[in-house]
């Protein structure tokens, strides 16, 4: 047995009904845990010195499977919906039995670390996992306790993940055998069934994006971060692939964080201590930042390597497109410590439209960007599935629908207020596809991208003429410095033109179908800002 000499775990996970283990591992370093899962067959090292491993059955968020229990706290504040989906407190209690028991006469590594930089919203958590590579994955994603901290850190919530410990539909209240259940009123998050390391890092998402509107009246954002040498911060909103991690890592801004923050009074703050990022196609010539990350004590899920090598094949999608690093923030060279920067003066919504119908970029009237922030638009590809070629448009509210217990309106609410108050500059950037949709345009070069969020940045596209989408109504710039003139009208990019206003039109109606739903809630300002039907 491990452990610290400051604190007792094996006592405190008696407590928790966690007994008769073989052995208990507390608050190991990386290399211990990478030794461990190497000693375990359970990975194998990269060329670059990263801990490669296998997720198994799932290499993704299972949706569907996750819960939240209904009680008396969580009845009538928690939006129910297809993915706030509620469980009775006894099945959590038979759940909750069946994950303890499942840890006797087996090995558990237990972490303590926190979410939230800012010193005020600090949650501290404690996670406790079957494997020594999930525990190495809590040790990237959360932000770290120095050592004399640990005497007195008290545990806000707990996490228990085991992938071996399956459900039984029949009588514990699940879909089929793999869960994740948050408990609001005991501070627990389950999950079981899965070992997808993103459970643990989207559970914790969500009990923030709870706590902190609701009970301090911060607001929690599904977004990236940076800060310039001014000390002016850009948040970057956006689903995954459209760009969040990639644009944020620019080497001549401080990253704050990658994908999860608060907006209080007086600042950003990251939730985490690491990076997620997506690694299809990872290269260095286009992500240098990530591509140098990728090293010891970084943890690789569902790669392939090149046969008869240990070099990574980024390119290979066999096992999963959502192939995924995690690293502390520290593997990026010009990341902020602590992780907390001034209130924005720019937001940039990402949207990766394959349809080729937005512009490049936009700028929106506050009552665009909140219409847009509502919808939370992106159209993709779905490569992974056999037979689609053709575009998909995906609407998640907020750009994190999956995750917000809350109803979208009262998130939507509070960045407008603070939009308002602070006078930000809010952007669309679309990471897509220009000159035709999927199959016959071109993906919009990232470097042309940079080039336009950078002229954004420092206050260029300020002084330049603009010109109004005849459909959503977006200011686009004429010109734009290191990008061809001709990419930055949409339509002008499109052979047939009459193709473009038909893919136009259809998209506009996708997005009035789509806002109908909290038409009854939105101000009428902003419903006016809805794209216009020819």
């Not at 037979?387 to 750009?399: D, M, R, W, Y």
């Amino acid at each position: 047995m491990q452990i610290s000499s400051i604190r007792n775990p094996v006592a405190e996970l008696r407590e928790l009904g966690i007994a008769n283990t073989t052995d208990t591992y507390y608050q190991l370093s990386p290399s211990q845990l990478v030794a461990q899962t190497l000693a375990r067959r359970q990975g194998v090292l990269a060329d670059s010195g990263a801990l490669a491993v296998h997720t198994g059955e799932f290499t993704g968020r299972s949706p569907k499977d996750k819960f939240i229990v209904q009680d008396e706290n969580t009845a009538n504040t928690v939006n129910w919906n297809d993915f706030n989906i509620p469980i009775a407190p006894a099945y959590f209690d038979k759940l909750y039995g069946r994950i303890t028991r499942y840890f006797a006469g087996k090995e558990v590594w237990v972490r303590d670390c926190y979410a939230c930089a800012a010193p005020e919203h600090r949650t501290s958590i404690r996670v406790i996992t079957e494997t020594p590579w999930a525990n190495l994955f809590a040790y990237n994603m959360l932000l770290r306790p120095h050592e004399e901290e640990l005497e007195y850190l008290h545990t806000d919530w707990t996490v228990i993940q085991a992938p071996g410990c399956l459900a039984d539909p029949a009588t514990d209240g699940t879909r089929q055998h793999n869960f994740s259940v948050v408990n609001f009123t005991k501070k627990i998050i389950l999950i079981g069934g899965s070992a997808y390391t993103g459970e643990i890092k989207k559970g914790i998402f969500t009990i923030l994006n709870y706590e902190l509107p609701h009970y301090k009246g911060v607001l929690s954002m599904h977004c990236s971060a940076n800060q310039g040498q001014d000390g002016d911060t850009a948040v970057f909103f956006g689903l995954s692939g459209t760009g969040k991690t990639t644009l944020s890592a620019d080497p001549a801004r401080k990253l704050i964080g990658d994908d999860e923050h608060g907006w209080s009074a007086g600042s950003i703050f990251n939730f985490e201590g690491g990076c997620y990022a997506k690694c299809i196609d990872l290269s260095e010539e286009k992500e240098p930042q990530i591509y140098r990350a990728v090293r010891s004590g970084a943890l690789l899920e569902n790669i392939k390597f090149f046969p008869g090598t240990q070099q990574v094949n980024y390119a290979d999608k066999s096992i999963t497109e959502n192939t995924r690093v995690s690293y502390p923030l520290h593997y990026i060279d010009n990341a902020m410590e602590p992780s907390i920067g001034g209130i924005p003066k720019n937001i940039f919504f990402l949207t990766c439209d394959a349809y080729g119908v937005l512009p490049p970029i936009s700028r929106l009237t506050p009552a665009q960007a909140m219409y847009q922030f509502i919808s939370g638009y992106t159209a993709r590809v779905a490569g992974t599935e056999t037979g689609i070629t053709e575009p998909k448009s995906t609407f998640s509210a907020c750009f994190g629908a999956p995750f917000l217990p809350l109803h979208p309106v009262q998130y939507a609410r509070m960045l407008g207020e603070k939009m308002r108050q602070h006078q930000v500059n809010v952007w669309l950037v679309n990471t897509g596809w220009t000159g035709g949709a999927y199959g016959t345009g071109q993906r919009i070069k990232l470097g042309y991208t940079r080039a336009m969020i950078s002229a954004a940045l420092d206050g260029e596209l300020d002084r330049l003429a603009y010109m109004e989408h005849n459909i959503f109504g977006f200011a686009v710039p004429e010109l734009c410095p290191g990008v061809p003139a001709d990419i930055l009208d949409p339509r002008s990019t499109w052979e047939d033109k009459a193709a473009y206003d038909r893919q136009a039109g259809n998209l506009a109606a996708q997005f009035v179908q789509n806002f109908s739903k909290y038409a009854a809630q939105t101000p009428a300002e902003i419903l006016a800002a809805a794209p216009k039907m020819l």
